[in-house]
Structure formats: structure tokens, C-alpha cells
């Protein structure tokens, strides 16, 4: 990826904050050297506006041949649990792919008995400018903004260049997303 550094220590290029070095060494560290851009996005959650994201892994969203994929969660607020901050469960991008169907059909989160004990659920509270990793099968939430207050975060994802887009998953099973090793 390519970037360059401003003198008010922004980085700039083709993939802006995303190719921030720093950012990218930890992202090498959680998924290997070879890394490749693979999707950002602005989460602004509004004051009283800003709803639900419900349980959810990215993996289910974007079915790869293997699970090197994280996704970078920058605060650009402090995030508290009164504004909506990042909710996950710990461990569970251990667990594999858990089934995000309802009466069969992909709906994008996790309910019935694979749904997470909310009480187990770590919130994930932290200053703005902090980032935080996604693994691509880590369970995670976030529940309405109530407060007064905005909740912004900007996440640039990345994927293993060995990670190639399995479009022949079928969606609807549960299934081991790495068939032969557990998830870094
Ligand atoms: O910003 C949030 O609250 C949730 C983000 C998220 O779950 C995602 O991008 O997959």
C-alpha cells in the first residue's frame, strides 16, 4: 500500500489512515507480512440516533478461503457504553463461524442459542484515537446511542493476500470457517 506522511502527521494516499505504518505493523503481527486493503468504512453513530449493530462475525458477511482478515475499529470519540461503545465476546473468534440465519435465511446476526450471553459481552471502552482489532470470526455488538453524545469510528479492513473471496460458501450452515488450523 502506499502513503505518505503530511506535516500535520496525517498519511495520505490510496488508502488515506488506513496505511498509517503503525497500523500496519500491528495488522502484519494479527494476520502475516503480506497484506492487502480490503474495504473501510465510517460508523457514525449519532447522538439518540445511532442504532442497534447486532451480533454479528464479519467472516459471515464476506466468506474467504481462509480467516486472516481483521478489520481496524478507530475511535474518532471517546467511546463509553453510555454513547455505544464496540461489545465483544472473548475468545469467540476461536469458536468458528456460528450460524447468522433466520428460518433460514442469511439475516447477518447471531440469535437462538448460538446468540451470545450479553453479561459475558466485554465492552470495549477507550479514548478517541484508540484502535481496536476485529478478528474476522470475533463476536461482536453494539447497542443504540442514547446518549447526548456522538459515537464515530472509521475502519479500514485488511485481508491475507492468501485470503481469496469463497463465493461457493453456502451461507446457511454453520460451519468451521478454517478447515485445518485455528484462528491466529
Ligand atoms: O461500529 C460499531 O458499533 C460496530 C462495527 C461493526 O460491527 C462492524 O463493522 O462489523
Same mark, same amino acid.
Given at each position: 500500500?502506499?502513503?505518505?506522511?503530511?506535516?500535520?502527521?496525517?498519511?495520505?494516499?490510496?488508502a488515506?489512515?488506513?496505511?498509517?505504518?503503525?497500523?500496519? &505493523?500491528? +495488522?502484519?503481527? !494479527? %494476520?502475516?507480512? #503480506?497484506?492487502l486493503?480490503?474495504y473501510?468504512?465510517?460508523?457514525?453513530?449519532? *447522538?439518540?440516533?445511532?442504532?442497534?449493530?447486532?451480533?454479528?462475525?464479519?467472516?459471515?458477511?464476506?466468506?474467504?478461503?481462509?480467516? &486472516?482478515? +481483521?478489520t481496524? !475499529? %478507530?475511535?474518532? #470519540?471517546?467511546?463509553?457504553?453510555?454513547?455505544?461503545?464496540?461489545?465483544?465476546? *472473548?475468545?469467540?473468534?476461536?469458536?468458528?463461524?456460528?450460524?447468522?440465519?433466520?428460518?433460514?435465511?442469511?439475516?447477518?446476526?447471531?440469535?437462538?442459542?448460538?446468540?451470545?450471553?450479553?453479561?459475558?459481552?466485554?465492552p470495549?471502552?477507550?479514548?478517541?484515537?484508540?484502535?481496536?482489532?476485529?478478528?474476522?470470526?470475533?463476536?461482536?455488538?453494539?447497542?443504540?446511542?442514547?446518549?447526548?453524545?456522538?459515537?464515530?469510528?472509521?475502519?479500514?479492513?485488511?485481508?491475507?493476500a492468501?485470503?481469496?473471496p469463497?463465493?461457493?460458501?453456502p451461507?446457511?450452515?454453520?460451519?468451521?470457517?478454517?478447515?485445518?488450523?485455528?484462528a491466529?
Amino acid at each position: 500500500m502506499e502513503s505518505s506522511e503530511q506535516s500535520d502527521g496525517i498519511p495520505r494516499g490510496r488508502a488515506g489512515g488506513g496505511a498509517h505504518p503503525r497500523l500496519l &505493523d500491528v +495488522v502484519e503481527q !494479527l %494476520i502475516g507480512p #503480506d497484506v492487502l486493503f480490503h474495504y473501510s468504512k465510517l460508523h457514525l453513530k449519532a *447522538p439518540h440516533v445511532g442504532s442497534v449493530v447486532e451480533w454479528h462475525q464479519d467472516f459471515s458477511y464476506y466468506p474467504h478461503t481462509n480467516t &486472516d482478515l +481483521v478489520t481496524a !475499529l %478507530i475511535y474518532l #470519540d471517546d467511546a463509553t457504553t453510555e454513547n455505544a461503545c464496540l461489545r465483544a465476546m *472473548p475468545g469467540s473468534h476461536r469458536r468458528g463461524l456460528a450460524d447468522h440465519c433466520v428460518d433460514g435465511h442469511f439475516r447477518g446476526k447471531v440469535t437462538g442459542p448460538d446468540a451470545p450471553d450479553p453479561a459475558q459481552a466485554v465492552p470495549i471502552e477507550a479514548p478517541a484515537g484508540s484502535v481496536v482489532f476485529i478478528h474476522c470470526l470475533l463476536l461482536h455488538y453494539s447497542s443504540p446511542n442514547r446518549s447526548d453524545r456522538f459515537r464515530r469510528a472509521f475502519l479500514p479492513a485488511y485481508r491475507a493476500a492468501d485470503a481469496y473471496p469463497d463465493l461457493l460458501r453456502p451461507p446457511r450452515e454453520p460451519q468451521r470457517a478454517r478447515r485445518d488450523a485455528p484462528a491466529r
